[in-house]
């Protein structure tokens, strides 16, 4: 399928998530990852209860825990971050590397967790 004609499929499914007034996000991308297509109809926190909601599908087809899955893809993400080895599966980067991500990680999860605190 060409990129044009996928594209042109992405936008009819955020264009008649629109018209619904349904939360949607349509991703497709050949197995390299390269000229990825993306369509949201959706707001930021809408769209991490659809992704939350893809991980727990996942953890039921492939019995893989969710938790595993999103800390590996936090870690790939604080990797991008820290721009360094972009493409390199975490089992490639250096442990110094991986340490740094795991402190991105980390900072985070504590500025959650004290945000949390303040609320109750």
Known sequence: MEDKELKK???EFVKK???KKYNGMAIAAPSNGQNSQFGFATDYLKAVTLVRNI???L???TGI??????THLALSLAMLELNEK???PLEKVD??????AASVVKKLIDFELEKARQIN
């Open 86 to 88: 972009k493409n390199a």
């Open 55 to 57: 991980f727990l599908r």
């Open 65 to 70: 825990p969710s938790t595993l899955t999103v």
């Open 95 to 100: 442990n110094k590397k991986l340490e740094e």
């Open 9 to 11: 499929i992405i936008d």
């Open 59 to 61: 953890q039921e087809s």
């Open 17 to 19: 998530c629109k018209e």
